[in-house]
C-alpha cells in the first residue's frame, strides 16, 4: 500500500472518461514500472467498474463530469481524498519507464513539479494564442506537459487550477457557447 515516514503517504492519479481511457489504461499497467502507491481513478461510474475488474488495489472516486474535454482535467483536483501527502497525476496513455520517485520529491518540496514539453508553444496549441494575447503574454510561451503533474493538494495549487481554468472558460468556451450555458458557468 502506501509508503509512510521519510518517503511521505504518495498516490497515483488518474482521470478519465469513455472506453478509450478504459483501453489506454489497461496498456499503462501491462508496460509500465509504477511504484507500489494507492492508485486513485476518478472517473463516470460505469467506467470505474471495468477498471476495478483489471486494477485490484484501485481507489475509485465516481464523479460526473461537468464540463467538456478540453477542461476536464480541471475537475479532477475537487474529487482527491486528503489523506495523501502528495500525488503524481498520470494521463492514461502514459507509460512509465523508470523510477519516479524524483518528482515526487520535488513536488514535496515545491507543491508542484511539472515537465516541459519543449518541442511545443502554447501559442500553437488549441487556441491558447488567445488566452495569451488576452492576458498581455509571449505566444512563445514554452508549453508544459499536462499527462504527468506531480503535486501536493495545497490552497496555492487550488487557486492556479482555478485561474487555469477560468481563463479557459472566459477566453476559449464561454464565447462560443449560449447565453444560457455562460449563465450556468458563472
Known amino acids: 500500500m502506501f509508503m ?12 478519465g472518461w469513455g472506453q478509450i481511457w478504459v483501453d489506454e489504461l489497461r496498456h499503462h499497467f501491462q508496460y509500465s514500472l509504477l511504484p507500489d502507491f ?13 477498471i476495478g475488474n483489471f486494477v485490484s ?6 464523479h460526473v463530469y461537468r ?32 523510477d ?7 513536488a514535496e518540496l515545491h ?6 514539453a519543449p518541442h511545443y508553444t502554447l501559442g500553437a496549441f488549441w487556441g491558447f ?6 492576458e ?24 492556479c487550477l482555478t485561474r487555469g481554468k477560468n481563463l479557459l472558460l472566459n477566453i476559449l468556451i464561454l464565447p462560443m457557447t449560449s447565453p444560457f450555458l455562460r449563465l450556468l458557468w458563472r
Open 4 to 15: 509512510s515516514g521519510s518517503n511521505y503517504n504518495r498516490a497515483i492519479v488518474y482521470c
Open 67 to 98: 464540463t467538456n474535454s478540453l477542461l476536464r482535467k480541471t475537475e479532477f483536483y475537487e474529487q482527491l481524498p486528503d489523506k495523501f501527502n502528495s500525488y503524481v497525476f498520470l494521463d492514461s496513455d502514459t507509460i512509465v519507464l523508470d
Open 129 to 134: 494564442d488567445k488566452v495569451l494575447k488576452e
Open 111 to 116: 507543491d508542484l513539479a511539472i515537465t516541459p
Open 100 to 106: 519516479i520517485s524524483l518528482g515526487f520529491e520535488k
Open 38 to 50: 494507492p492508485k486513485i481513478f476518478i472517473g463516470p461510474p460505469k467506467e470505474l467498474d471495468e
Open 136 to 159: 498581455n503574454l509571449q505566444t512563445t510561451v514554452m508549453q508544459y506537459n499536462t499527462g504527468v503533474i506531480f503535486f501536493k493538494k495545497t490552497i496555492e495549487l487550488r487557486y
Open 57 to 62: 488495489d484501485a481507489f475509485l472516486v465516481e
